[in-house]
């Protein structure tokens, strides 16, 4: 089984992201347990700067936090496949 790529990334609240994977699954993740790691963007317009790094396998942000695809699965609360339009 290989490592799902980033597709597509969203930040609903501070602290959560839901990711779009190559895998057909949409992942929504509470990723507030990083928040003492030094990097973690300090607010809620800080935690929108975030994209998928160049290979797709991790989340970057503005503030150099970073994480990886399989961190943000693991912290998954919640998963539902991804609909493909026709």
């Given at each position: 089984m290989t490592t799902p790529v980033i597709l597509r990334v969203d930040?609903?609240?501070?602290g959560r992201v839901v990711v779009?994977?190559?895998?057909?699954?949409?992942y929504h993740a509470d990723l507030s347990s990083?928040?003492?790691v030094y990097c973690y963007p300090p607010d809620p317009a800080a935690w929108?700067?975030?994209s998928p790094d160049s290979y797709g396998l991790g989340l970057i942000w503005?503030?150099?936090?970073e994480v990886h695809v399989d961190q943000v699965i693991g912290l998954a609360e919640r998963?539902?496949?991804?609909e493909r339009s026709a």
């Open positions: 930040t609903p609240a501070y779009e994977a190559s895998d057909g699954v949409r990083f928040a003492r929108s700067q975030v503005a503030s150099r936090f998963t539902e496949p991804i």
